[in-house]
């Protein structure tokens, strides 16, 4: 739990993923310098054997979503970015990125594909309980900035959701073969695969 990938810098407010630099180089930023960048939380970075690299906050934040994110949402989402460097050669591929309105962050996209023209893809990973009503709204956020979603749901997500997404084109159906650089066990993913 409490692992996001990336992190912001205290000093220079550059934002780092744990998918690009190794867990030594994270290291040799000072203690406290590494924040989150939802909740500024200070966070360490962690890499370990059988894990994906992460940083975990080092208190309880119960209002970040980055907050409560599990190995399997991780893995999901490094999935989803692979997949996406790979399909849109021409993009830029982020994780968890910001989506700015009135200079507020208003929401945070598990991925985000953005195209040279300024069109994006928004891939959201769901996989607590959620309202129908939530899912609008946040449809509707990236919407009204031109962007394109994608939401990735469980199986036993409510049936209005999945139709309600599915009735928009929104609802993404994903394979096993989408994440084989997950550190999960394909049994693990055969089990709890979405949608
Ligand atoms: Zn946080």
Redesign the pocket.
Known sequence: MDM?FTAILATTKETLTALEISITQLRQYPKGDLL??????VMFPRGRKGYLPHFV?TKK?EN?S??GESQYHLALKLGIYEKCLESYKDAKISVEYSIVKDNKIIRRADVMVLFPTGYGIAFEIQLSPISLEEIKNRTIDYYEQGYDVQWIVKKTTNSDIKDWLLDHGSLNVLTTSDFKSAVISSETLESTLPY
């Not at 989150?36 to 939380?41: H, Y």
Request: net charge neutral; hydrophobic share 15%; aromatic share 0%.
């Open positions: 996001p989150c960048p939802e909740c500024k939380t906050h934040t970040c980055l907050a």
